[in-house]
C-alpha cells in the first residue's frame, strides 16, 4: 500500500522555527510536496522535491531524501498567520496510473 | 482567472437521496481528482482521472461515481447518501505529477446528509 505519516500537531512560538516531518511508503514514487491548509479554507501548495536536497522558497524550505523515504517542511521566522494544517503529499503510480495521496496533516499551533 | 470551481458550496442532504457535486477547471489540466476531507482529518481521494474519457477509483470510492466526458469537467454523483458521506469535499486539478505536483483546488463543498 502506501502512506505518508505525519505528526498531528506542533506548537511553536512566534519568531521561532518549526520543522514538520513526513515519513512515507509509496510505490512508483514521484516526487514529494507540501500544502498548506487554513480553517475552512482549500489547501495550497507550498513547496515541492522531485530530487534528494533541498528546496527553499522565502520563509518555507522543504526537504526530502528518498533513501530514508522521509521529508520535512521547515518554517522560519515564524507569524501568526501561519498557523495552518501542514500537510505531505506524494505522488504514486506511473505515468499513465498517477495519483496523489496526502498524509494525515500536522496543525501548527504558534504562541504570541 | 476562474481554476477550479465546484458547486454547490453547501447541500444538505437525506439519507437515501442523490446527488452530483460539479467540478470545472478551465487551465487545461488533463489530471483532476476528488478528495473528501473529515473534520480534523486528511484528504482522502475518491476518484481521479489522468484524462477525458479516464477514471480510476481512489482510496476511499464506495457510494460514489464519476465521469470524465470532457477535460474541463469532472463531475461526483453520490448515490443513496449516507450519514457517512457528510463531509467537505474538494476538487483539484493538476498538470501532472511529474510537473511539480502543483494541485489546484476547488474552494470546497459541505455537504451533510441527514
Known amino acids: 500500500g502506501q502512506s505518508l505519516e505525519q505528526p498531528s500537531e506542533v506548537t511553536a512560538v512566534e519568531g521561532a522555527i518549526v520543522q514538520i516531518n513526513c515519513t512515507y511508503q509509496?510505490?512508483?514514487?514521484?516526487?514529494l510536496s507540501w500544502y498548506q491548509q487554513h480553517d475552512g479554507g482549500a489547501p495550497t501548495f507550498l513547496s515541492y522535491?522531485?530530487?534528494?536536497g533541498l528546496e527553499e522558497t522565502g520563509r518555507f524550505s522543504s526537504f526530502l531524501s528518498r533513501s530514508d523515504s522521509y521529508g520535512y517542511l521547515l518554517l522560519q521566522e515564524l507569524q501568526m498567520k501561519d498557523s495552518a494544517s501542514y500537510f505531505c503529499?506524494?505522488?504514486?503510480?506511473?505515468?499513465?496510473?498517477?495519483?496523489?495521496?496526502f498524509g494525515s496533516g500536522t496543525r501548527l499551533s504558534i504562541r504570541p | 482567472n476562474a481554476g477550479v470551481t465546484q458547486t454547490p458550496k453547501f447541500r444538505i442532504l437525506k439519507i437515501g437521496q442523490s446527488m452530483t457535486l460539479q467540478c470545472t477547471q478551465d487551465?487545461?489540466?488533463?489530471?483532476m481528482y476528488w478528495y473528501r476531507q473529515d473534520p480534523g482529518m486528511g484528504l482522502k481521494l475518491i476518484y481521479y482521472?489522468?484524462?477525458?474519457?479516464?477514471?480510476d477509483k481512489g482510496e476511499v470510492p464506495n457510494g460514489y461515481n464519476v465521469s470524465r466526458s470532457t477535460t474541463e469537467d469532472f463531475p461526483l454523483r453520490l448515490e443513496l447518501a449516507a450519514p457517512s458521506q457528510t463531509s467537505v469535499y474538494f476538487c483539484?486539478?493538476?498538470?501532472?505529477?511529474?510537473?511539480?505536483?502543483?494541485?489546484?483546488f476547488g474552494e470546497g463543498s459541505w455537504l451533510t446528509v441527514v
Open positions: 483539484a486539478s493538476s498538470y501532472s505529477p511529474e510537473a511539480g505536483n502543483t494541485i489546484y
Open positions: 503529499a506524494g505522488g504514486q503510480g506511473y505515468s499513465s496510473a498517477s495519483k496523489i495521496i
Open positions: 487551465m487545461n489540466h488533463n489530471y
Open positions: 482521472s489522468v484524462g477525458a474519457g479516464i477514471t
Open positions: 522535491n522531485a530530487l534528494d
Open positions: 509509496t510505490s512508483g514514487f514521484y516526487g
